[in-house]
């Protein structure tokens, strides 16, 4: 089967704290053909593009199969975490599900 590999970013910080039970909001930024490129991608130097100087805190990738709805079968997703220095520089660590993410599963299709 086929599969596309799509990026959603997360805010979790509300009045200048960060959540740990749900999120403030997020957007799914684009696709890629494999999971290596998605992670690539977001671990490369235009990340900014994705985390907006701190605006996202998470990043999600998720293996979605083809079809109308097709995220509702999601299985597959790789998390990480984003730290923002304030200086343009990101750590981007890869981390198990977040608590807000316990019971959803395809955020970018679904």
């Not at 960060?18 to 799914?28: C, E, G, Y």
């Not at 930024?29 to 671990?43: K, L, S, V, Y």
């Not at 979605?64 to 730290?83: A, N, S, Y």
Request: net charge negative; proline share 5%.
């Amino acid at each position: 089967m086929n599969f596309i590999y799509t990026v959603t970013v997360f805010n979790a910080y509300e009045d200048g704290k960060l959540l740990t039970d749900r999120f403030k909001n997020d957007r799914t930024w684009g696709w890629f053909p494999t999971r290596e490129e998605a992670e690539a991608d977001i671990r490369a130097s235009n990340n900014d593009l994705y985390f907006e100087s701190g605006t996202y805190q998470y990043a999600l990738i998720e293996e979605v199969p083809p079809g109308m709805m097709g995220g509702l079968d999601t299985r597959k997703g790789w998390w990480f975490k984003v730290d923002y220095d304030g200086n343009d520089k990101y750590e981007i660590t890869p981390i198990e599900k977040p608590a807000f993410n316990s019971h959803t599963i395809c955020f970018s299709m679904g």
